[in-house]
């Protein structure tokens, strides 16, 4: 009889393990990571008796994904509704005149369009590459200020700073560093954001959306 008594209260707590949320087996939601390297993301799967929820993020490579959600967590954090004290706007912070020259107006729609402000960038890295071709073939595998120069970190600074001014950086040997107003250089950009692999990105004279 104890025996039997014994063996009913070990199928109960069994059973309460397995339908509980809160169980001896699972102690709440748990999170697993994959990385997709074909699909240039990362699943993460949050795994508990609800149905499955993926969220999908893009890895940090060093592929064209890689270079701009990087270059994205330095001027927003990756913030689409990121609007900063000088009126930069979105994941990557776009000046109004910058988006006028790719036919860009609305700045509303664009701060609530993540699409856009993703074609948007790839737009501007277009333009800036036709217009910095010639000095990214002059340039790229030379040292400046001991800086290996590369096409992704001449890229990320004329985002920055303009293509103008990533010019004149070059052909000064470094001697013209232009600044934005919180304290971020060219220098500093063509070094944070080398060695990136930017072929993705086709130089286009008139780029635009």
Same mark, same amino acid.
């Given at each position: 009889? !104890? @025996? !039997?008594?014994?063996?009913?209260?070990?199928?109960?707590?069994?059973?309460?393990?397995?339908? +509980?949320?809160? &169980?001896?087996?699972?102690?709440?939601? +748990?999170?697993?990571?994959?990385?997709?390297?074909?699909?240039?993301?990362?699943?993460?799967?949050?795994?508990?008796?609800?149905?499955?929820?993926?969220?999908?993020?893009?890895?940090? %490579? $060093?592929?064209?994904?890689?270079?701009?959600?990087?270059?994205?967590?330095?001027?927003?954090?990756?913030?689409?509704?990121?609007? *900063? &004290?000088?009126?930069?706007? /979105?994941?990557? +912070?776009?000046?109004? =005149?910058?988006? *006028?020259?790719?036919?860009?107006? %609305? =700045?509303?729609?664009?701060?609530?369009?993540? !699409?856009?402000?993703? %074609?948007?960038?790839?737009?501007?890295?277009?333009?800036?590459?036709?217009?910095?071709?010639?000095?990214? !073939?002059?340039?790229?595998?030379?040292?400046? *200020?001991?800086?290996?120069?590369?096409?992704?970190?001449?890229?990320?600074?004329?985002?920055?700073?303009?293509?103008?001014?990533? $010019?004149?950086?070059?052909?000064?040997? /470094?001697?013209? *560093?232009?600044?934005?107003?919180?304290? &971020?250089?060219? +220098?500093?950009?063509?070094? $944070?954001?080398?060695?990136?692999? =930017?072929?993705?990105? @086709?130089?286009?004279?008139?780029?635009?959306?």
């Amino acid at each position: 009889m !104890k @025996k !039997k008594i014994l063996f009913i209260a070990l199928c109960a707590i069994v059973m309460t393990a397995f339908t +509980q949320d809160k &169980s001896l087996f699972f102690k709440g939601p +748990q999170k697993v990571r994959y990385n997709l390297p074909q699909a240039n993301v990362i699943a993460t799967v949050s795994k508990s008796f609800k149905p499955f929820e993926i969220h999908y993020t893009p890895r940090v %490579d $060093k592929l064209y994904v890689g270079f701009k959600e990087a270059l994205a967590f330095k001027e927003s954090r990756g913030n689409y509704r990121k609007v *900063n &004290s000088l009126g930069y706007l /979105g994941k990557y +912070q776009f000046g109004e =005149t910058t988006l *006028n020259r790719i036919r860009v107006y %609305d =700045t509303h729609s664009f701060l609530n369009d993540p !699409k856009l402000q993703e %074609d948007a960038f790839y737009a501007l890295c277009s333009l800036n590459k036709w217009i910095l071709i010639r000095d990214i !073939k002059r340039s790229v595998g030379k040292k400046i *200020n001991g800086i290996e120069i590369t096409e992704s970190g001449i890229l990320a600074a004329a985002h920055l700073a303009g293509a103008g001014n990533v $010019k004149k950086y070059l052909r000064s040997n /470094g001697e013209l *560093n232009a600044y934005d107003a919180y304290g &971020s250089d060219v +220098q500093h950009y063509m070094k $944070k954001f080398a060695g990136y692999d =930017t072929s993705f990105i @086709k130089p286009v004279k008139n780029a635009r959306l």
